[in-house]
């Protein structure tokens, strides 16, 4: 009889199985967005809240210049690859002229009640090729019945009506905020729900996944994307991609343990850093001075997008329904500046050596580390677990930042890695830190080396990386 124990063979010329938690097609979609911007627009602008109580009166929301292309051209301008939009916020006001409220646009005086914010936004954005998201609030400080099962029909029946109306979506935003008391129809009490079990949120995933399928999910049980714990715009480091379900069953996710998720956790759940370019969500004249500067964005990209998370940044409409000047001129800058320092990869010239290549073949050799491609990798042999790539430059050059990035339908599969400059014979570590994952950047003071070290260490995998590039930035936000 044939031995039928063959399962050890190990073809080395087959790329190597995913390991641990793999990305979905539509998480891995997202993960290359990698900045996208919030859109935080409703009666708040007018009364300078940042969360209203719920009795506001429509009459109050009326933007006197309101553009939707002037919001899509501020957001396209800065680089951000979609807009989500806050349809309904927490104080109940719809956005969008809902057949399930008249507490809408439609007993707005904009555009004499015959507007659609929504509509418009949605529009925009596909006319400058962004993509565009939805963000409905579950807590709703109006509506007569939060609290009670008949709210659920309702706010099932609004998701629909945004899932189906206004085009193809690239993220559902779900909140987990409640504060407990609102106007609830007048009733002007506190009503707790347990946000785990209230919702019944495997019915809104199911909702979500049958009318908008390519939609990631950002919130709570089954969603495809984590928050990061935070809403200052900083991923933890590391930033693992993965967390442990039975943790978020048993509502264990605090926000140190979202910041960093989890090695192995057995679920793929990316981080999302929100963040606003103001102190608050909503726009409020007294914080036109404290917009965020060009420097302080870029520092928030390498801490968000930098350690592998998402960068969603709020830009408020004013009280016009425009972005104010200030934070579209920030924006811009920023985006100028992210461009600059990535503008030419020096790692391109370089010949790339590694200690291993699996199974010597071409498809996973180390030149495919450096070639600018993320569709390409450089993976080692199966058995190994450490393994050294090397970037010999042609002759010195000087850079002060590295990108690097692991081939995500893999699975995250670096648990540790280490970076070095080599000149004249000898090594110095520039870094050395333990995620890489969809994107990993390091910034420093200026190095001259004719050579880049980077050691990758998988646990309990063959390392795989996708990209190694290397930058001289002149303005990087620390200096
Ligand atoms: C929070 C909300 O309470 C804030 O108002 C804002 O919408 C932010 C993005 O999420 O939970």
């Known amino acids: ?12 010329t087959a790329p190597p199985a995913p390991c641990g ?11 290359r967005l990698e900045t996208y911007g919030f859109v935080h627009f409703t ?5 300078g809240k940042e969360w209203g109580y719920g009795d506001e ?6 933007p006197t210049e309101f553009d939707a292309g002037q919001i899509a051209e501020t957001a396209a301008a800065g680089g951000l690859a979609g807009l989500i939009l806050t349809c309904k916020h927490h104080d109940g006001f719809c956005l969008w002229p809902s057949r399930y409220t008249g507490h809408s646009v439609k007993h707005s005086p904009w555009r004499n009640g015959r507007g659609d914010v929504v509509r418009e936004i949605s529009d925009a954005c596909r006319n400058r090729g962004l993509k565009f998201g939805v963000y409905l609030s579950p807590w709703d400080r109006n509506h007569p019945e939060y609290g009670r099962p008949a709210y659920l029909a ?15 979506l690239f993220e559902v935003w779900f909140d987990g905020a409640n504060g407990g008391d609102g106007y609830y129809g007048g009733a002007r009490e506190r009503r707790a729900i347990d946000h785990l079990t209230y919702y019944r949120w495997p019915e809104i995933v199911a909702l979500v996944r049958e009318l908008q399928p390519q939609a990631c999910i950002f919130g709570e049980a089954g969603a495809d994307i984590r928050w990061v714990g935070n809403e200052m715009g900083h991923a933890g480091d590391p930033c693992w991609h993965t967390i442990d379900g039975s943790r978020r069953q048993r509502n264990l996710l605090g926000w140190r343990y979202l910041e960093q998720g989890e090695w192995r956790g057995n679920i793929w759940q990316p981080a999302e850093c929100d963040v606003s370019i103001r102190p608050g969500w909503f ?15 870029l520092a928030l990209y390498f801490h968000s997008v930098g350690r592998g998370a998402a960068l969603n940044l709020n830009l408020p409409p004013d009280r016009r329904g425009l972005i104010h000047a200030r934070d579209a001129a920030a924006l811009r800058e920023f985006r100028r500046l992210l461009d600059a320092i990535f503008a030419r990869d020096l790692a391109r ?10 199974g010597n073949h071409p498809a996973f050799q180390a030149a495919h580390a450096a070639d600018g491609r993320a569709d390409t990798y450089w993976c080692a042999d199966d058995h190994v677990r450490q393994a050294n790539l090397t970037l010999v430059f042609p002759r010195p050059v000087e850079f002060n930042a590295i990108s690097l990035r692991e081939y995500l339908p893999l699975g995250q599969r670096i648990a540790g890695f280490a970076v070095s400059a080599g000149a004249r014979g000898g090594w110095r570590e520039l870094a050395a830190g333990l995620s890489i994952g969809h994107r990993r950047l390091l910034a420093g003071e200026t190095i ?8 990758l260490r998988g646990d309990d995998a063959c390392p795989a990386l996708a990209e190694i590039a290397v930058f001289k930035g002149a303005d990087l936000p620390w200096r």
């Open 154 to 168: 309702y706010y099932q029946n609004q998701l629909r009506e945004l899932l189906t109306e206004y085009g193809e």
């Open 43 to 47: 009666v708040n602008t007018f009364t």
């Open 448 to 455: 001259r080396a004719d050579r880049l070290r980077v050691e």
């Open 349 to 358: 010239a370089a010949r790339v050596e590694a200690d291993n290549t699996r």
């Open 1 to 12: 009889m044939p031995a039928k124990n063959n399962a050890q063979i190990v073809d080395n």
């Open 57 to 62: 009166a429509p009459a109050l929301f009326n």
């Open 283 to 297: 726009y409020h004249a007294a914080e036109d001075e404290r917009v965020r500067t060009p420097h302080n964005l």
């Open 21 to 31: 938690a793999a990305p979905s097609a539509r998480q891995l979609a997202w993960h």
